[in-house]
T-cell receptor, first 110, second 113 residues
Framework: RKEVEQDPGPFNVPEGATVAFNCTYS??????FFWYRQDCRKEPKLLMS???SGNEDGRFTAQLNRASQYISLLIRDSKLSDSATYLC???????????FGRGTSLIVHP | DAGVTQSPTHLIKTRGQQVTLRCSPK?????VSWYQQALGQGPQFIFQ???????QRGNFPDRFSGHQFPNYSSELNVNALLLGDSALYLC????????????FGPGTRLTVT
């Protein structure tokens, strides 16, 4: 089983839709969680860190479920500019090595 | 405030050659990590430098080596290039403390022919 798993998609949604991605991780010692956004042939950009209590940044909400070992990203009122690949990142406590998922592709169409 | 910078942006090399990639971290960051990203995959961790030493290494052969300078900038060296080394090489900087939020440079696209 891979350490971090994501559905590669693509998720094809109309503008204004709400879309959610999940990311599962296998190591229960994981302590830090992040979502990154990567546009085609560009570098990943930090979207948000994921805290135990969940966090929200505008239209984006991230949740952590330690019992089931997954994190989620919810995007409300999707915009065309949200089209990108969303990478889930997980890091074990005591390790400096973050593990990236392969990403979930989102396409928002008019 | 300058972000992470990398050079060169593109590079074409022949099998067996050696390459050096460069990275300057974001202002205030003292930790630099290097990643290899193949098409359609997430970035794979190569190694991380902190206080001019390799702090942790991923599952990459010794052909991949690096260095960090006193100003925190870093180099990635790859010897004896293979076709499979063709990828986007990303540098990320972070502060040296948890949660180690990383900020990436634009990457160097390496093609080995």
């Amino acid at each position: 089983r891979k350490e971090v798993e994501q559905d590669p998609g693509p998720f094809n949604v109309p503008e204004g839709a709400t879309v959610a991605f999940n990311c599962t991780y296998s190591n229960s010692a994981s302590q830090s969680f992040f979502w990154y956004r990567q546009d085609c042939r560009k570098e990943p950009k930090l979207l948000m860190s994921v805290y135990s209590s969940g966090n929200e940044d505008g239209r984006f909400t991230a949740q952590l479920n330690r019992a089931s070992q997954y994190i989620s990203l919810l995007i409300r009122d999707s915009k065309l500019s949200d089209s990108a690949t969303y990478l889930c990142v997980v890091k074990k406590g005591g390790s400096y090595i973050p593990t990236f998922g392969r990403g979930t592709s989102l396409i928002v169409h008019p | 405030d300058a972000g992470v910078t990398q050079s060169p942006t593109h590079l074409i090399k022949t099998r067996g050659q050696q390459v050096t990639l460069r990275c300057s971290p974001k202002s205030g960051h003292d930790t630099v990590s290097w990643y290899q990203q193949a098409l359609g995959q997430g970035p794979q961790f190569i190694f991380q430098y902190y206080e001019e030493e390799e702090r942790q290494r991923g599952n990459f052969p010794d052909r991949f080596s690096g260095h960090q300078f006193p100003n925190y900038s870093s180099e990635l060296n790859v010897n004896a290039l293979l076709l499979g080394d063709s990828a986007l090489y990303l540098c990320a900087s972070s502060p040296g403390t948890e949660p180690y939020e990383q900020y990436f440079g634009p990457g160097t696209r390496l093609t080995v022919t």
